[in-house]
């Protein structure tokens, strides 16, 4: 029998958790401060011009990160510390006697550090996860700790918000080019660790 309690997350494990993503998040922001200040102070000394800003809508595909294996994300920029995105994944699945298609759609908020090509962001959202499955031998899944029971006998239909928080770097280049590295973090019953690399383009 599943203890009914097993899926609260323990409020300790949150208050160590939220302490370490703002030491990495301050880690990042000093080095990412040092190094937009050399970047103005060398375009300075070479009479660039520092008034060309990076777009505001970012498109790119995310390897790993938010949908498990890939998804393609647009976000656009609300202000200068704030934007908004949507993404898009689908698999087949076909082993051990499944078979079925899933759907994940992550949703999420990035809030930045400071304005620059290079910064460091705290991201968090959910990724719906929606898909329909059929299996051959009939399957129980159980998802208490998730708040959630879901049986799949024949067919199954069901709708997973996943939520997850997490930490990063950004470097969105006036020539267009979108890069981010980003560790995430999301309970399912116990902890669960695991990062994304997005390329794409800022327009």
Same mark, same amino acid.
Request: aromatic share 10%; with cysteine.
């Given at each position: %029998? ?11 494990? /949150? ?6 993503? $703002? ?11 040092? !190094? ?5 102070? %060398?375009?300075?000394?070479?009479? $660039? ?20 294996? @890939? ?23 076909? /082993? ?11 949703? @999420? ?33 159980? !998802? ?7 049986? /799949? ?13 997490? $930490? ?30 997005? /390329?794409?383009?800022?327009?």
């Amino acid at each position: %029998m599943i203890d009914e309690g097993a899926g609260e997350v323990p409020v300790v494990f /949150l208050m160590h958790f939220s302490r370490y993503l $703002v030491c990495i998040l301050m880690a990042i922001d000093c080095g990412l401060a040092q !190094a937009s200040t050399a970047s103005v102070q %060398m375009q300075s000394q070479l009479g $660039v011009a520092s008034t060309v800003m990076p777009g505001k809508n970012g498109l790119a595909i995310e390897f790993l990160g938010r949908a498990g294996l @890939y998804s393609l994300n647009y976000d656009r920029a609300l202000g200068s510390h704030v934007a908004m995105g949507l993404g898009f994944s689908y698999m087949d699945l076909g /082993l051990l006697g499944v078979t079925g298609s899933v759907y994940l759609l992550p949703v @999420y908020v990035n809030v930045y550090t400071h304005q620059g090509e290079h910064r460091g962001f705290i991201s968090g959202g959910l990724t719906l996860i929606s898909g329909k499955i059929e299996s051959d031998n009939g399957i129980d899944l159980d !998802a208490e700790e998730f708040s959630l029971k879901i049986a /799949l006998n024949d067919i199954a239909n069901a709708t997973i918000p996943l939520p997850m928080l997490g $930490v990063g770097y950004e470097y969105r280049g006036v020539q267009g080019v979108l890069l981010r590295l980003s560790p995430y973090f999301s309970w399912f019953g116990k902890p669960i660790f695991w990062g994304g690399v997005s /390329l794409g383009a800022n327009f």
